[in-house]
């Protein structure tokens, strides 16, 4: 039996100082009286955290409120300025590197194409390494101030010494994607948090804390882009399975020996809902030859064709379909569609999603699920990604340096 490992007052206390922290993130401003009525500590512990805290710089005061027969309460909140995180989102076609302050307000974006070099895991990492400098540079912040960086990518990340990251779709099998961005920072800020984990995970964290997920625990997050993902948070936790690959709902299987997909199966979900695959067959069926994705989807959802109209069924009854697998398999209480595709789509043709749904799923389950369209918009990657190094923040009390 493993020896366990003896709790030391230092461990204590950065306990005490994450509880306090995260209920002021989520929940501030709140008095020193509130924090210690909802998270059970003394008030002699709040005092002193909170003190820490302010010192620190990750706390500040917030005004004040009226207490019954009292001095005045004085609120605290956290510090949107005390640091920032960057967050990187890598999609099929592009790069997108942000910069936000604690609260994620957006300060800086960097848009990189990925042009003639695909997925390419040298040319991914060149756009990253200089997206850094570019929106650190374009909010005029000072680059000591940034407490990770976190990056959301496709595929399965192994979680190990290192990220790892597996992705059949572009071709990367065994990637370390975190050791090449170490390697390629040098010797700058050897002690920078960085994060690496699927897109999808990323967006569900997002949304569960920001979101349409928000006050809810268990939920599943679709992300449907050029392909198709999915993060099932189950009490508030994304579920990632035995090996890490769990939320690959876009290669689970929605026509037996159906249309070839990108993995090397046929009939994947992906393969019928996802931007790539839709916009292949509405071109071989007469549809523009455009090679921006996101304005020929949305002219296949407005086009009046028959042709048109007949994809569209599709895509209504194999995306229900597939939201009624997830529905039967969880019972979730909320179904988040969130990804540029899944908000164009949702955006027009919701109402026939949610009926397809209803028409697949047990009715019992599906009583119980809301359905709706993300709530951070089409970049929420990237947000989510910018919430890896905020949860490791929070997580350790608000000292971002050490062992992950």
């Known amino acids: 039996m493993p020896e366990r490992r003896r709790r030391t007052v230092r461990d204590l206390r950065r306990t005490n100082r994450s509880v306090l922290l995260r209920r002021l993130y989520f929940d501030g401003p709140l008095s020193r ?144 994607l975190e ?18 984990d699927n897109g999808a995970t990323s967006l569900g964290q997002a949304e569960m804390w920001f979101g349409a997920g928000r006050g809810h625990r268990n939920a599943v997050i679709a992300l449907i882009g050029s392909g198709v993902g999915a993060a099932v948070m189950i009490d508030g936790s994304p579920y990632r399975g035995a090996a890490g690959s769990a939320g690959e709902w876009g290669h689970t299987t929605s026509r037996v020996g159906g249309a070839p997909c990108r993995c090397g199966s046929r009939g994947c979900l992906e393969s019928y809902v996802g931007a790539t695959a839709l916009l292949e067959r509405y071109r071989a069926a007469g549809g523009p030859a455009g090679t921006d994705e996101e304005a020929a989807l949305a002219g296949l959802l407005a086009d009046p064709s028959d042709t048109a109209a007949a994809l569209r069924d599709e895509i209504a009854e194999h995306l229900g379909a597939g939201i009624a697998d997830l529905v039967n398999l969880f019972s979730p209480e909320k179904i988040i569609i969130g990804g540029w595709a899944g908000l164009l789509i949702g955006g027009r043709m919701l109402d026939r999603v949610v009926a397809a749904t209803a028409a697949y799923a047990l009715r019992q389950p599906f009583a119980q699920t809301a359905i709706e369209l993300c709530h951070l918009g089409p970049e929420a990657v990237a947000v989510g990604a910018a919430t890896l190094p905020l949860a490791h923040l929070l997580d350790r009390g608000g000292d971002p340096a050490g062992a992950r």
């Not at 050791?179 to 690496?196: A, C, I, Y």
Request: hydrophobic letters at 40%; charged letters at 20%.
């Open 33 to 176: 009286q509130d924090l210690a009525r909802e998270t059970g500590l003394s008030p002699a512990s709040v005092s002193n955290v909170v003190s820490e805290l302010i010192e620190a710089g990750l706390v500040v005061e917030a005004g004040s409120v009226e207490s019954d027969g009292g001095r005045p309460r004085v609120l605290l909140k956290t510090a949107a300025g005390y640091g920032h995180l960057v967050g990187v989102d890598v999609g099929e076609t592009r790069v997108m590197v942000e910069l936000f302050d604690l609260e994620l307000t957006q300060l800086a974006k960097a848009d990189l194409p990925l042009g003639d070099g695909g997925h390419d895991e040298r040319a991914v990492v060149r756009h990253i390494l200089d997206g850094l400098p570019a929106v650190i540079e374009g909010a005029s912040v000072d680059p000591a101030s940034i407490i990770g960086v976190g990056v959301g990518v496709p595929g399965v990340i192994e979680h190990g010494p290192e990220a790892v990251v597996h992705c059949q779709t572009i071709g990367w099998d065994g990637v370390p």
């Open 179 to 196: 050791r090449m961005l170490r390697e390629g920072m040098g010797g700058r800020r050897p002690d920078l948090p960085l994060f690496v």
